[in-house]
Nanobody
Framework: QVQLVESGGGLVQAGGSLRLSCAAS????????MAWHRQAPGKQRELVAT???????DYADSVMGRFTISRDSAKNTIYLQMDMLKPADTAVYYC???????????????WGQGTQVTVSS
């Protein structure tokens, strides 16, 4: 089991910045894929950014160049630095840790409780 606790959400004006954190505990040795997702009211949850245990990153087009995902392995924590925030970025943000097998089969899927980010215009 893996437990995830997010923090860092809040209210910010458009153009501002926030940094989200996701601290993991438990059996994280096998985790090889970490990500941030978000869900705005009335919309489906969408993938925002990913980072693998090898440090490879990927981003949704809507946040490319504004958001940065990173990790601190010593602290078992991932971060999402969000700059140049827009009202469209308003959502509940969730961190997600996954374990994929050698054949890219999803074996375990863990989610945090979510943290609210609100960007005012």
């Amino acid at each position: 089991q893996v437990q995830l606790v997010e923090s860092g959400g809040g209210l910010v004006q458009a153009g501002g910045s926030l940094r989200l954190s996701c601290a993991a505990s438990g059996d994280i040795f096998s985790v090889n894929h970490m990500a941030w997702h978000r869900q705005a009211p009335g919309k489906q949850r969408e993938l925002v950014a990913t980072i693998t245990n090898r440090g490879s990153t990927d981003y949704a087009d809507s946040v490319m160049g504004r958001f940065t995902i990173s990790r601190d392995s010593a602290k078992n924590t991932i971060y999402l630095q969000m700059d140049m925030l827009k009202p469209a970025d308003t959502a509940v943000y969730y961190c997600n840790f996954r374990v994929y097998s050698d054949y890219d089969i999803l074996r375990y899927d863990y989610w945090g409780q979510g943290t609210q980010v609100t960007v005012s215009s």
